[in-house]
């Protein structure tokens, strides 16, 4: 009995030192976030960008080396410090931000009340721009709302995306006319043919719940009058966006493969595991992490928007010869299956593991750390 009441006395005794510990963690984070919020304010003054990734390397490389010296992984220390630096980002992205061009009369955002429009027109306002949503109720009005506009964002759905660029032939001259679809090429042509001032096709690689553009990327297609919009370009790398420039084409040419093609096998995929009447929960419970990660990014498109996924599949009809080439290789692979040829699965299986090269093992290294967050995040 003694030796049993002086077990739970020294534990808990430890946890009371483990809890003291924690407090004073939290108390040193939350000082740590009044400083990264008058960073914020110190950066939006100078009118530095939020994002600093020199700043942020060397950072990870010294604490990296300060855990190894401590006995501590690296690992922990880095993943911590990332969550931290990403808490730094929102409490700076609060501060608002350097308006690149005061002297820009107004920035009008067509469909600025829909789930990406909205993000933009927050952003324009928080930089100190004249912003307005212009939507479809606003149209008899729209002569005198376009008139002062140096910059229009057509941010609608992809199948109305045509029919408003074409109603917008009477914009100011040195306007910039933009708009925000994951197709490039036939939006870029028809903001050309429309409009004679500044064009350009932007593309923002992330969906409507994002919290901030520190770390993403926004795809820039050039149109027209590269000069005259690069403050533009410029006020999204202030927000903390990556511009990563690329031919309509071309952009196009990869989101068939980035994008069309994924989602399309992936609601197959989900449909298939309706049809085949399969218990998600059972799937659920008995999925290693990655088989549950897989199962979560299925899920996750069936929560959203239908008529999202729709319009990006159904929009280039030229996307129709890929998918089919992807069925074909899909049998193809199958018939190897059933006719019991392993040889020759090894040796497609060898060729495509050439054909990533290096990035097969950083994928690998990537995806073990999401793996971990993804186990350590499981609820069910």
Not at 51 to 80: F, H, M
Not at 131 to 155: G, H, T
Not at 221 to 238: D, M, T
Request: proline share 4%.
């Amino acid at each position: 009995m003694n030796n049993e009441f002086t077990f739970e006395q020294n534990l808990g005794a430890l946890r009371d030192e483990i809890d003291d510990i924690d407090g004073q963690l939290v108390a040193l984070l939350a000082t740590r976030r009044v400083v990264t919020t008058k960073v914020g304010l110190l950066k939006s003054a100078a009118g530095m960008p939020i994002y600093a990734p020199e700043r942020e390397a060397n950072l990870l490389k010294v604490r990296r080396q300060q855990a190894i010296d401590a006995g501590l992984s690296p690992e922990l220390i880095e993943d911590i410090l990332r969550r931290l630096m990403q808490d730094s980002y929102v409490s700076q992205d609060a501060s608002g931000y350097r308006c690149v061009n005061p002297d820009c009369k107004k920035v009008i955002v067509i469909g600025g009340k829909g789930q990406l429009g909205r993000i933009f027109v927050d952003l324009f306002t928080r930089s100190g721009y004249q912003v307005q949503a212009l939507e479809q109720a606003d149209w008899p009005n729209s002569a005198a709302i376009l008139a002062e506009a140096s910059l229009v964002i057509v941010a609608v759905p992809i199948r109305l995306t045509t029919l408003v660029i074409q109603k917008l032939g009477t914009l100011p001259e040195n306007c910039i006319l933009a708009d925000v679809t994951s197709i490039k090429e036939a939006p870029l042509y028809e903001m050309m043919k429309v409009h004679a001032g500044p064009v350009v096709g932007l593309h923002p690689m992330f969906g409507p719940d994002v919290t901030g553009l520190v770390k993403q990327t926004i795809i820039a297609c050039e149109g027209r009058f590269p000069q005259q919009y690069h403050w533009l370009l410029e006020q999204f790398n202030v927000w903390g966006a990556k511009i990563y420039p690329v031919e309509a084409q071309v952009h196009d040419q990869a989101m068939s493969m980035v994008q069309v093609m994924r989602h399309f096998s992936t609601i197959a995929y989900g449909y298939h595991l309706m049809t085949e009447g399969a218990d998600i929960a059972q799937l659920v419970e008995m999925s290693s992490p990655i088989y549950r990660l897989e199962l979560i990014m299925v899920g996750r498109l069936f929560a959203q928007n239908p008529e999202l996924y729709t319009d990006i599949i159904f929009a280039n009809q030229n996307n129709i010869a890929m998918m089919k080439r992807f069925a074909y290789r899909f049998l193809a692979l199958l018939e190897d299956v059933q006719s019991n040829d392993k040889a020759a699965f090894t040796e497609m299986f060898s060729q495509v593991a050439d054909y990533f090269g290096d990035y097969a093992d950083i994928f690998m290294q990537e995806s073990k750390v999401m793996l971990a967050k993804a186990d350590q995040l499981k609820k069910y």
